[in-house]
């Protein structure tokens, strides 16, 4: 008897640093009703995977096994029920696990065509920062076309996309980021505004170019007082992250006097019909502004798929600038 098709799969064995990630063999996925199974070119590295490594971030029930939440690659099989897809299309998906694998399953509402003019593996840096964005800058962020958006961490996997993203959109951009080659990478992007937080007050340095009307924060601790304090009257503060610490105070007063509206979110558990909603939103908007060339993904760095401690120990790191890909 043929032996059965085995998947090669990243996962944590237990929480850890890098070292924990073992490459194992799974049996490989069937796609079930509404479901695409992906043979993957590439995969993103994201800093969700490295909570979940450290065992903050369990996955959401029924999620594939093994770290990874977006891919690119080519549709393997098809579940049950799908519609306008086909087996060999080239794709880019988002997924709630397994992203680091040779082959994933993803809902196919959260499957879109992979974009003209970008290199295939390199898109698999798309899905996660792009959705991302949309959901939280232009949806619950409702960032106009004359509004400012300040961005912390401007040129982590997400800063890198907002910025290209709110300019194609035609808003202004000040960003913050830690070193002169960061702070000229958000230049490059397209920020009018690029601060090193290490040398400047960027609260001071945004409240003397006249404010932000959204934020987009993946900081927390202190930075949420002082992006209060340079918001402007009536400003959205959207929180993605928080590597200074989920817990903080802040003074309500200027938030009342300001209207401000602090919010936040998360995107993994979003349930698969919301996933896809936010999917035929970034087909119909974004994908023509990457047409159009107002966005592209920028590449960090790139590791094979067996190699996804060192991916990881580069995101530890923190001296990244872009998307970290794993070749599958």
Not at 230 to 238: D, T
Not at 249 to 277: N, Q, Y
Request: aromatic share 4%; charged share 20%; glycine share 12%.
């Amino acid at each position: 008897m043929a032996s059965k098709a085995q998947n090669r799969i990243v996962i944590a064995r237990e929480p850890g640093g890098p070292d924990v990630l073992d490459l194992v063999e799974r049996p490989m996925p069937v796609p079930g009703p509404g479901e695409v199974l992906i043979r993957n070119v590439a995969c993103g590295v994201n800093r969700p995977d490295q909570i979940e490594r450290l065992g903050f971030y369990p996955a959401p029930p029924g999620a594939p096994e093994g770290l990874g939440l977006e891919v690119s690659g080519h549709i393997a099989a098809l579940g049950p029920g799908v519609d306008g897809l086909a087996e060999g299309d080239d794709v880019i998906a988002l997924v709630a696990g397994g992203g680091y694998s040779e082959h994933v399953i993803a809902p196919a509402g959260s499957v879109l065509p992979a974009p003209e003019g970008v290199d295939l593996a390199d898109a698999a840096g798309l899905p996660e920062t792009v959705f991302t964005v949309w959901a939280n800058v232009f949806e619950t962020g409702a960032l106009s076309p004359d509004e400012t958006l300040l961005i912390h961490g401007g040129t982590s996997g997400i800063g890198t996309t907002a910025i290209q993203m709110a300019k194609a959109h035609g808003a202004r951009v000040i960003a913050t980021a830690g070193t002169p080659q960061k702070v000229a990478l958000c230049e490059t992007l397209g920020a009018d505004i690029a601060i090193n937080y290490r040398d400047t007050d960027f609260e001071a340095a945004v409240k003397e170019a006249g404010g932000a009307d959204v934020v987009l924060d993946m900081v927390g601790g202190d930075y949420v007082q002082k992006n209060i304090n340079c918001a402007n009257a009536g400003a959205r503060l959207v929180s993605i992250a928080f590597l200074k610490g989920s817990r903080v105070e802040v003074d309500l007063m200027r938030v009342m006097l300001k209207r401000i509206v602090l919010t936040g979110s998360t995107l993994r558990a979003r349930p698969d019909d919301e996933k896809a909603r936010l999917a035929r939103e970034v087909l119909t908007t974004v994908w023509p502004w990457i047409a159009a060339g107002k966005l592209h993904p920028v590449i960090d760095s790139r590791f094979a798929l067996a190699d996804a401690r060192s991916a990881h120990a580069r995101l530890d790191g923190g001296q990244h600038a872009g998307k970290i890909l794993l070749a599958c």
